[in-house]
């Protein structure tokens, strides 16, 4: 607790105010009408509306097309936060070893943390493009009738690969970061006890480096659920059929291409329960810095 | 490297060699799909639609590029390059800076004033932590339109500035700050404006350099909400004109300038990082943990 302070009164306020009022107008405002409208029902023409109780969330968890969604939204998240992190902790483990030219490979990796995710998107697409991308050429050779157009697999393998790899270079900071700060004297000693270099990984530095893993755990879910819209909103509009259509993409659907209000608020407003049960999550765990050690 | 050359930790030379070779494809991996739509911008649209692709660029460097500029975008998008660049530099600039400006204010006061509700103030902002613009993004596109944002730069910036990382960072910033500076600082009568611009804001600028770094890049990469507030073709990011462009693609369209533009896209955001490397690195690392 500070001591000093200045004894002003106005001024605090006054200072405060601008980030209060766009968080009032711009944050709890229209969230505080999420939650109301996810308990109201519109009339098709948008003239009146009644109070509807928890019907629309009861009619949406008992949608197919959402349950289809959060499954398609559990199965990429996951695939992006497992590649994009083991790709990052192997890269990042591999420059711990450099002793020459480590800062060069950093300013090399760090590019796709530029570029935007619906770029990114766009440009594995180009890439893989059925008809004229030069890396679908070669998996047409393999005898892989690659479309990612039309097949739902290829499709979610296409956003995948863009949604990792835009996602390495974060990683890759924070792994490089969480090496450095692991104490040297272990791994000399376990060196000097004869473990070998794969023995101490397992044994000593990927414990040590669970804060890191789980800190990235939770950013990189939170990226995958939110950021990568863009991805496929670029790449697959959520195609073929619904095989790509992840939670954010259907709020976006349903409350701007289908205009169905009431299930878009409900589905808005189970977004933020999951993202508050993140937060929370990443605040227990984080903040106690787990490991094992 | 300041390690001893005998430590034992030290990796065996054969050892070092497999982790170049493992880095060198790390780098091929994430850096050729942006290496690959520089080339492509350098060649004709007949060899972008013929592949393979050439993996060196080609003759049309100059030829797309000035066609690009003067007025190629323009037909194929409803809006100048130049239009599209400065919008977007607009936004990211916005963004940036208005975010610094806001949540160093708030902090300040939060810090180092005692106030009713103060801690009130400090949780209504942390947690907006907790609500992205993606789980609000039809209520808030209504209040965009009920006070006449559509289609104007603060309905671009202003509702993407106010977040609470920066807040959260400076806060805890500025919570290292020793008492007695502040003390000696009073002593010789400095008011808070002083304070701030002699004292604070030196000691902050590692600081405020990062969160440019990221928020610019931040600003630069949005897609959801300039695809909501912008209708018309005039006020697109270069992102959503890029998209807009590809989505009505035919026969006719002029592939070599789609990868032009997508190279400006890219561009600004990466010399940023690059460039300011150091800060944003450092920044990164240490504010997000």
Redesign the interface.
């Known amino acids: 607790m ?5 004894p ?2 106005l ?3 006054l ?2 105010a ?3 009022a ?13 939650f109301r ?1 996810s308990m109201l029902k519109e009339d098709p023409f948008g003239l009146s509306s009644t109070f509807v109780g928890f019907a629309n969330f009861r009619r949406v968890l008992s949608d197919p097309n959402y349950l289809n969604s959060l499954q398609v939204t559990v199965i990429f998240s996951a695939l992006v936060a497992f590649f994009a992190m083991a ?1 990052a902790l ?2 990042a483990v ?2 711990e ?3 020459r ?1 480590k800062g060069f ?16 998107g ?3 697409l ?2 893989f493009n059925p ?4 890396l ?2 070669p998996l047409r050779a393999m005898g892989i009738n690659w479309n990612p157009l039309l097949n739902s697999d290829h499709a979610m393998i296409l956003i995948v690969a863009a949604a990792t ?1 835009k996602q ?3 990683n890759f ?2 792994f490089v ?1 969480g090496l450095q700060a692991i104490p ?1 004297s272990l ?2 000693a376990a ?2 006890d004869g473990a070998s ?1 794969r023995h101490s990984f397992w044994t000593i530095t990927f414990p040590l480096l669970a804060p890191t893993t789980f ?1 990235l755990l939770v ?1 990189n879910t ?1 990226y995958a659920l ?1 950021d990568t ?2 991805i496929i ?2 790449v697959t509009g959520g195609g073929p059929g619904k095989a790509t259509e992840t939670l ?1 993409y259907k ?2 659907n349903d ?2 291409v289908n205009l169905i ?1 009431g299930d ?2 409900a589905q ?1 407003v189970i ?2 329960v999951i ?2 049960a993140l ?1 929370a999550f990443q605040f227990r765990f984080i903040e106690r810095r787990v490991h094992y050690g | ?1 300041a ?1 001893a050359s005998d ?5 065996p030379p054969a ?2 060699m497999l ?2 070779f ?2 060198i494809l ?2 091929i ?3 050729f ?2 290496y ?2 520089f080339i ?1 911008s350098t060649h004709a649209t007949q060899t ?6 050439p993996l060196i660029p080609g003759p049309e460097a100059g030829s797309n590029y000035s066609e690009a500029f003067s007025g190629g975008v323009s037909r194929i998008g409803g809006v100048s390059l130049w239009r599209l660049l400065a919008n977007t530099t607009i936004v990211a600039l916005g963004i940036a800076l208005g975010k610094i ?3 160093m ?2 902090a ?8 009713p509700l ?1 801690m009130v ?1 400090f949780w ?2 942390f947690i ?5 613009v ?10 965009m339109v009920d ?1 006449g944002l559509i289609d104007t730069y603060p309905g671009l910036i ?2 993407l ?2 977040s609470a990382t920066a ?1 959260l960072l400076f806060r805890q910033f500025f ?1 290292t700050i020793p ?1 007695e500076l ?2 000696a600082a ?1 002593v010789d009568g400095a ?2 404006w002083r ?1 701030f611009r002699d004292i604070l804001w030196p000691l902050s600028l590692t600081n405020v350099a990062a969160i440019f770094v990221i928020q610019f ?1 931040y600003g ?5 909400w300039p ?2 507030v912008t209708n018309s073709n005039e006020m697109n990011t270069i ?1 959503i004109a ?2 807009k462009m ?1 989505s009505f693609a035919d026969a006719d369209t002029p592939w070599n300038l789609v990868m032009v533009t ?1 190279v400006l ?2 561009l600004p ?2 010399l ?3 460039l300011m ?1 150091r800060w ?2 450092k920044g ?2 240490e504010t ?2």
């Open positions: 500070r001591r000093t302070v200045f002003h009164k001024l605090p306020w200072l405060v601008p980030q209060l766009i968080t009032l107008i711009f944050f709890y405002w229209p969230a505080g009408q999420a409208q790709i192997f890269l591999q420059a070893k450099i002793v030219g490979y950093r300013t090399m990796m760090i590019w796709p943390y530029a570029v935007a995710p619906a770029i990114a766009m440009l594995w180009f890439m008809s004229f991308g030069t679908a050429r790899w390495i270079s974060y900071l924070f970061a040297r791994l000399e060196a000097i270099r800190f950013v939170v939110f819209f863009g909103h670029a954010v709020v976006y409350g701007f209000m878009s608020a808005s977004l933020m993202v508050i937060t | 490297m390690e430590s034992p930790l030290n990796a050892t070092r982790a170049h493992w880095m790390g780098v991996v994430v850096a799909p942006i690959y739509v492509a972008i639609l013929r592949p393979p692709l400006a806001i949540s204010a708030s300040y006061a939060i810090v180092f004033f005692r106030f103060r103030c209504l902002i907006t932590l907790m609500l992205p993606e789980v609000r993004i039809q209520p808030t596109y209504k209040v006070l202003l509702p500035i106010a807040t919570m008492d502040l003390e009073r008011g808070p304070f890049i630069w990469t949005q897609y959801l695809l909501l992102v890029l998209k590809i997508s896209a890219i955001p990466i940023v990082v690059v490397q944003f690195v990164l690392v997000e943990k």
